[in-house]
Protein backbone atom coordinates (compact mmCIF):
# COMPACT_ATOMS: atom_id res chain seq x y z
CA UNK A 1 0.00 0.00 0.00
CA UNK A 2 1.26 3.55 -0.26
CA UNK A 3 0.64 7.06 2.18
CA UNK A 4 -2.36 7.76 -0.44
CA UNK A 5 -5.70 8.31 1.13
CA UNK A 6 -7.80 5.71 -1.36
CA UNK A 7 -10.78 7.37 -0.96
CA UNK A 8 -10.09 10.84 -1.09
CA UNK A 9 -8.06 9.83 -4.53
CA UNK A 10 -10.39 8.01 -5.57
CA UNK A 11 -13.19 10.62 -4.93
CA UNK A 12 -11.17 13.06 -7.21
CA UNK A 13 -10.14 11.16 -10.17
CA UNK A 14 -14.36 10.17 -10.14
CA UNK A 15 -15.74 13.50 -9.57
CA UNK A 16 -13.80 15.42 -11.77
CA UNK A 17 -16.43 16.00 -14.41
CA UNK A 18 -16.74 18.29 -17.79
CA UNK A 19 -17.87 21.40 -16.28
CA UNK A 20 -20.15 23.90 -18.22
CA UNK A 21 -23.53 25.16 -16.45
CA UNK A 22 -21.85 25.36 -13.10
CA UNK A 23 -19.04 27.56 -14.21
CA UNK A 24 -19.12 30.89 -11.77
CA UNK A 25 -18.63 33.35 -14.28
CA UNK A 26 -18.92 36.35 -11.99
CA UNK A 27 -16.04 35.57 -9.38
CA UNK A 28 -12.46 36.13 -10.04
CA UNK A 29 -10.05 33.77 -10.31
CA UNK A 30 -6.22 34.49 -8.79
CA UNK A 31 -3.49 34.16 -11.51
CA UNK A 32 -1.43 32.74 -8.64
CA UNK A 33 -3.81 29.96 -8.82
CA UNK A 34 -3.82 28.84 -12.28
CA UNK A 35 0.17 29.20 -12.40
CA UNK A 36 -0.54 26.38 -8.93
CA UNK A 37 -2.07 24.15 -11.30
CA UNK A 38 -0.03 24.32 -14.41
CA UNK A 39 2.73 23.99 -12.68
CA UNK A 40 1.72 20.50 -11.13
CA UNK A 41 0.94 19.72 -14.61
CA UNK A 42 4.56 19.88 -15.31
CA UNK A 43 4.90 16.62 -13.85
CA UNK A 44 2.79 14.79 -16.22
CA UNK A 45 4.90 12.21 -18.29
CA UNK A 46 5.99 13.47 -21.58
CA UNK A 47 6.98 11.36 -25.08
CA UNK A 48 11.13 11.16 -24.58
CA UNK A 49 10.69 14.06 -21.52
CA UNK A 50 11.27 16.39 -23.74
CA UNK A 51 8.28 18.86 -22.12
CA UNK A 52 7.40 20.13 -25.51
CA UNK A 53 4.18 21.85 -24.03
CA UNK A 54 3.10 25.55 -23.77
CA UNK A 55 0.41 26.81 -22.30
CA UNK A 56 -1.28 30.33 -23.17
CA UNK A 57 -3.80 31.96 -20.05
CA UNK A 58 -5.59 34.68 -21.50
CA UNK A 59 -7.70 36.83 -19.19
CA UNK A 60 -7.94 39.89 -21.51
CA UNK A 61 -11.77 40.87 -22.22
CA UNK A 62 -11.34 41.42 -25.76
CA UNK A 63 -9.29 38.62 -26.61
CA UNK A 64 -11.80 36.45 -24.38
CA UNK A 65 -14.76 38.14 -26.68
CA UNK A 66 -12.49 36.92 -30.15
CA UNK A 67 -11.45 33.48 -29.17
CA UNK A 68 -15.38 33.28 -27.54
CA UNK A 69 -16.35 34.43 -31.12
CA UNK A 70 -14.42 31.79 -32.84
CA UNK A 71 -15.20 28.67 -30.14
CA UNK A 72 -18.95 30.01 -31.26
CA UNK A 73 -18.97 30.08 -34.76
CA UNK A 74 -17.14 27.09 -34.39
CA UNK A 75 -19.65 25.12 -32.24
CA UNK A 76 -22.74 26.23 -34.08
CA UNK A 77 -21.37 24.79 -37.21
CA UNK A 78 -20.66 21.36 -35.36
CA UNK A 79 -23.59 21.33 -32.94
CA UNK A 80 -26.75 21.81 -35.52
CA UNK A 81 -25.45 18.67 -37.27
CA UNK A 82 -24.79 17.45 -33.95
CA UNK A 83 -28.36 17.92 -32.81
CA UNK A 84 -30.32 16.26 -35.70
CA UNK A 85 -28.20 13.04 -35.12
CA UNK A 86 -28.74 13.17 -31.20
CA UNK A 87 -32.75 12.95 -32.76
CA UNK A 88 -32.08 9.80 -34.10
CA UNK A 89 -30.54 8.09 -31.20
CA UNK A 90 -31.92 5.81 -28.60
CA UNK A 91 -29.78 7.06 -25.15
CA UNK A 92 -32.04 8.06 -22.93
CA UNK A 93 -32.17 11.61 -23.98
CA UNK A 94 -28.23 12.01 -22.72
CA UNK A 95 -26.57 12.92 -25.94
CA UNK A 96 -29.31 16.12 -26.14
CA UNK A 97 -28.66 16.73 -22.73
CA UNK A 98 -24.64 17.02 -23.69
CA UNK A 99 -25.75 19.27 -26.53
CA UNK A 100 -27.81 21.67 -24.53
CA UNK A 101 -24.71 21.92 -22.35
CA UNK A 102 -22.65 22.99 -24.91
CA UNK A 103 -24.86 25.48 -26.57
CA UNK A 104 -24.73 26.81 -22.90
CA UNK A 105 -21.23 27.36 -23.08
CA UNK A 106 -20.74 28.37 -26.76
CA UNK A 107 -22.78 31.08 -25.71
CA UNK A 108 -21.70 31.98 -22.32
CA UNK A 109 -17.96 31.31 -23.09
CA UNK A 110 -16.65 34.60 -23.54
CA UNK A 111 -17.58 35.75 -20.14
CA UNK A 112 -15.39 32.63 -18.43
CA UNK A 113 -12.51 34.91 -16.12
CA UNK A 114 -9.49 32.25 -17.64
CA UNK A 115 -8.92 30.63 -20.56
CA UNK A 116 -6.21 28.48 -20.88
CA UNK A 117 -4.60 26.82 -24.25
CA UNK A 118 -2.26 24.05 -24.01
CA UNK A 119 -0.35 23.80 -27.31
CA UNK A 120 2.10 21.16 -28.52
CA UNK A 121 5.55 21.70 -30.28
CA UNK A 122 5.55 20.42 -33.91
CA UNK A 123 8.52 21.39 -34.87
CA UNK A 124 9.72 17.38 -35.30
CA UNK A 125 6.65 15.87 -36.53
CA UNK A 126 7.59 14.42 -40.09
CA UNK A 127 5.22 15.60 -43.27
CA UNK A 128 2.58 13.31 -43.21
CA UNK A 129 2.87 11.67 -40.12
CA UNK A 130 2.23 8.06 -39.28
CA UNK A 131 0.33 7.14 -36.51
CA UNK A 132 2.66 6.65 -34.12
CA UNK A 133 4.01 10.44 -34.34
CA UNK A 134 0.26 11.69 -33.54
CA UNK A 135 -0.36 9.04 -30.61
CA UNK A 136 2.84 10.12 -29.65
CA UNK A 137 2.55 13.66 -29.65
CA UNK A 138 -0.63 13.88 -28.14
CA UNK A 139 0.41 11.33 -25.20
CA UNK A 140 2.72 14.12 -24.44
CA UNK A 141 0.33 17.24 -23.97
CA UNK A 142 -3.14 15.22 -22.83
CA UNK A 143 -1.68 14.13 -19.30
CA UNK A 144 -0.65 17.30 -18.66
CA UNK A 145 -4.05 18.81 -19.37
CA UNK A 146 -6.20 15.68 -17.19
CA UNK A 147 -3.47 16.62 -14.37
CA UNK A 148 -4.24 20.87 -14.50
CA UNK A 149 -8.05 19.48 -14.40
CA UNK A 150 -7.54 17.76 -11.25
CA UNK A 151 -5.46 20.11 -9.55
CA UNK A 152 -8.29 22.71 -10.82
CA UNK A 153 -11.20 20.50 -9.39
CA UNK A 154 -9.45 19.85 -5.55
CA UNK A 155 -8.86 23.77 -5.63
CA UNK A 156 -12.46 24.02 -6.22
CA UNK A 157 -12.41 25.37 -9.79
CA UNK A 158 -13.96 23.62 -12.85
CA UNK A 159 -13.47 23.22 -16.84
CA UNK A 160 -14.10 21.08 -19.61
CA UNK A 161 -11.75 20.06 -22.47
CA UNK A 162 -13.20 21.87 -25.71
CA UNK A 163 -11.73 21.41 -29.33
CA UNK A 164 -14.38 23.88 -31.43
CA UNK A 165 -12.50 26.65 -31.47
CA UNK A 166 -9.78 24.81 -33.45
CA UNK A 167 -11.70 25.26 -36.72
CA UNK A 168 -10.05 28.67 -36.52
CA UNK A 169 -7.43 27.66 -35.10
CA UNK A 170 -5.14 30.00 -37.50
CA UNK A 171 -7.04 32.99 -36.59
CA UNK A 172 -6.71 32.63 -32.65
CA UNK A 173 -2.51 31.75 -33.09
CA UNK A 174 -2.84 35.41 -34.84
CA UNK A 175 -4.30 36.75 -32.15
CA UNK A 176 -2.40 35.12 -29.37
CA UNK A 177 0.81 35.24 -31.17
CA UNK A 178 1.33 31.50 -31.06
CA UNK A 179 4.37 30.08 -33.29
CA UNK A 180 3.84 28.32 -36.28
CA UNK A 181 5.88 25.04 -34.82
CA UNK A 182 3.11 24.67 -32.07
CA UNK A 183 -0.41 23.41 -32.24
CA UNK A 184 -3.19 24.21 -30.24
CA UNK A 185 -4.58 21.30 -28.70
CA UNK A 186 -8.22 22.53 -27.03
CA UNK A 187 -9.20 25.59 -24.91
CA UNK A 188 -10.14 25.23 -21.51
CA UNK A 189 -12.39 27.47 -19.89
CA UNK A 190 -11.48 27.84 -16.04
CA UNK A 191 -13.93 29.24 -13.60
CA UNK A 192 -15.05 28.38 -9.71
CA UNK A 193 -17.77 25.82 -9.60
CA UNK A 194 -21.05 26.67 -8.24
CA UNK A 195 -20.59 23.87 -5.69
CA UNK A 196 -18.52 21.32 -5.64
CA UNK A 197 -20.60 18.29 -4.96
CA UNK A 198 -20.18 16.25 -8.02
CA UNK A 199 -20.65 12.83 -8.63
CA UNK A 200 -19.26 10.15 -10.13
CA UNK A 201 -21.27 9.79 -13.98
CA UNK A 202 -22.99 6.64 -14.83
CA UNK A 203 -20.62 4.42 -16.83
CA UNK A 204 -21.33 0.68 -18.29
CA UNK A 205 -19.64 -1.98 -16.55
CA UNK A 206 -15.66 -2.68 -17.41
CA UNK A 207 -16.82 -6.06 -18.81
CA UNK A 208 -18.27 -4.37 -21.43
CA UNK A 209 -14.97 -2.89 -22.67
CA UNK A 210 -12.19 -4.28 -21.41
CA UNK A 211 -10.53 -7.21 -23.20
CA UNK A 212 -8.05 -9.45 -21.37
CA UNK A 213 -5.40 -11.07 -23.47
CA UNK A 214 -6.93 -10.71 -26.85
CA UNK A 215 -10.34 -8.32 -27.90
Avoid at 43 to 71: C, F, H, I
Avoid at 199 to 207: D, G, T
Amino acid sequence: MTDFDLSVTDALLSTTRAVRKRLDFDRPVQAEVINECLDLSQQAPTGSNRQGWAWVVVTDNERKVALGDMYHRGAMAYLDQAEKDAASMDDGGQTSRVIDSAIYLADKMQKVPVMVLPCISIGLMPENPPRTAWAGLMGSIMPAVWSFQLALRSRGLGTVLTTLHLAHEKEAADLLGIPDDYMQVGLLPVAFTKGTNFKPAKRPPISRIVHWEQW
